[in-house]
Each structure stands twice: as C-alpha cells, then as structure tokens.
C-alpha cells in the first residue's frame, strides 16, 4: 500500500505556471506507475499525465500536450507535474494517483488503486 500527498497548489495567473509535487510514502513507490488527474466543480474527473515506473515513458491529455511535463524522483519517492502556459479552463482539484498493475500507462481512474486528497489549482485572469 502507498499513500500520496500532493502539494504546490494555488493561485496562478493566466499564462504562469505552478509546479505540483506529490509524495508517496513507503518503499515500493518505483513499482508504480504514477498518473495525475483533475476534477473540475460539476465535472468528472479526467486524465492529465502518466509516467512509467523509470520516468522514461510518459503519456498526456490533449488539452495539456507542450504544457505540462510529468516526472519523477524515485529517490525521493515524489512525482511532479510542472504545468506551464495555464488557463483558466485549467482550474481544477489536482489529484495524484499510483497505478499497481504494470500493464501500459492507463487513463482510466478506476484503473488506479491509490489516490491522494488533491490539491486545487485557481488560474485566474
């Protein structure tokens, strides 16, 4: 079992960035796959970015393709998502999630076994 917490939310000015980081405890974080997602108010929860185990394969939502930029620090047990060029349609609770099964970089939530308690991200113009 793992758990996350995610931190580096807050307010963001159109076209700034923020820098999200999500720490896992224990010591088998490298033998997950890491996803984030978001969940705007009234919306379902959607996939941003996912990165294998090593960090050397990566996979992103459309909508953040060029912006955002997943990685991680299996030393330091933590995943990071540096979002760049933000929106306001970027708004959202930021959740980070750990993914057991080792079978492809899913973007489906139900596919992920842990969750951490989200973060939210306000861009405002």
């Known amino acids: 079992q793992v758990q996350l917490v995610e931190s580096g939310g807050g307010l963001a000015q159109v076209g700034g960035s923020l820098r999200l980081s999500c720490a896992a405890s224990?010591?088998?974080?490298?033998?997950?796959?890491m996803g984030w997602f978001r969940q705007a108010p009234g919306k379902e929860r959607e996939f941003v970015a996912a990165?294998?185990?090593?960090?050397?394969?990566?996979r992103y939502a459309d909508s953040v393709k060029g912006r955002f930029t997943i990685s991680r620090d299996n030393a330091k047990n933590t995943v990071y998502l540096q979002m760049n060029s933000l929106k306001p349609e970027d708004t959202a609770v930021y959740y980070c999630?750990?993914?057991?099964?080792?079978?492809?970089?899913?973007?489906?939530?139900?596919?992920?076994?842990?969750w951490g308690q989200g973060t939210q991200v306000t861009v405002s113009s």
């Open positions: 999630a750990a993914d057991r099964r080792g079978m492809g970089l899913s973007t489906t939530p139900r596919e992920y076994a842990y």
């Open positions: 224990g010591r088998t974080f490298s033998t997950y796959q």
């Open positions: 990165i294998t185990r090593s960090g050397a394969g990566t």
